[in-house]
């Protein structure tokens, strides 16, 4: 029986080389945050999340996994070992980057209308 997509995306999480990853990315993504415009949209709930994520860059990275994980350019290069019920991905650091760049504003909770 074929595992589920949301099954072996969030096995990512397990996987220690990644979400460490992932801790230096979002860490690296929230300076970029501080350092644009004043009047770049949303920028002031946007730098308030970027202020926690670099006060606690372990614990935003692992709050932010679920919705990360998910997106294609994560999901598109992870496998999945069903015997070990393990995933390991081999998306270059560049894919997790612009994907933690494309959805900070919903990881930092902001109500962005489309």
Do not use: C
Request: glycine share 4%.
């Amino acid at each position: 029986m074929p595992v589920e997509i949301s099954v072996q995306q969030m096995a990512l999480m397990r996987n220690v080389e990644f979400m460490e990853r992932s801790t230096g990315l979002i860490a690296k993504v929230a300076g970029t945050i501080l350092s644009e415009p004043g009047n770049t949209p949303y920028h002031t709930p946007r730098a308030s999340y970027a202020q926690k994520v670099i006060q606690s860059p372990n614990q935003a990275a692992y709050q932010g996994a679920p919705q990360f994980v998910m997106h294609p350019n994560i999901s598109s290069y992870t496998t999945y070992d069903e015997s070990a019920k393990t995933s390991t991905t081999t998306a270059p650091d560049v894919n997790i980057e612009n994907t933690i760049i494309e959805i900070w504003n919903a990881l930092a909770g902001i109500d962005t209308p489309s």
